[in-house]
């Protein structure tokens, strides 16, 4: 792990830098870009940050952060939706589907009969 991070400023700061630096691009930002930036190996050496009491809620904001951006690209046609989409997904989460358990069926079927019993009931 990357030792220059002893407290939850300096990683802040760094973050800050990072992200004050590609708006002056006028790029997006990612978990990579950071990564790379703050100088970690990979990725998941600056997300194992997040473990870190002290340093989870600054990693909870960079990457609110990010998705934020992210969500906010979807109405710019600068970007293009199905790859900001395709973000989404990998680094925070998203996903098209909607997935009902067996469980859930059958509670929908059964919540089905009983609406449809009501309204024949009622004619």
């Keep these: 792990m990357n030792k220059k991070y002893k407290t939850h400023k300096d990683l802040e700061k760094m973050a800050e830098s ?3 630096e590609q708006e002056e691009q006028n790029k997006p930002c990612s978990i990579a ?3 790379y930036y703050m100088g970690f190996a990979d990725k998941s050496e600056f997300l194992e940050l997040e473990k ?3 340093f989870a809620p600054v990693i909870n904001r960079i990457k609110l952060r990010m998705e934020s951006q992210a969500i906010d690209m979807l109405t ?4 293009a939706t199905t790859g ?3 973000n989404l997904k990998c ?3 998203y ?3 909607v997935s009902a358990g067996k469980d859930d069926m059958a509670e929908l079927m059964q919540n089905a009969r009983k ?3 009501e309204a024949q009931s009622d004619e």
């Excluded at 710019?76 to 970007?79: A, I, M, Q």
């Design 84 to 86: 900001v989409i395709f």
């Design 18 to 20: 990072y992200f004050a």
């Design 91 to 93: 680094s925070f989460g």
């Design 95 to 97: 996903s098209d589907k």
């Design 76 to 79: 710019d046609k600068s970007y």
């Design 115 to 117: 609406l449809i019993d």
């Design 52 to 54: 870190k009491p002290e």
């Design 33 to 35: 870009g950071i990564s």
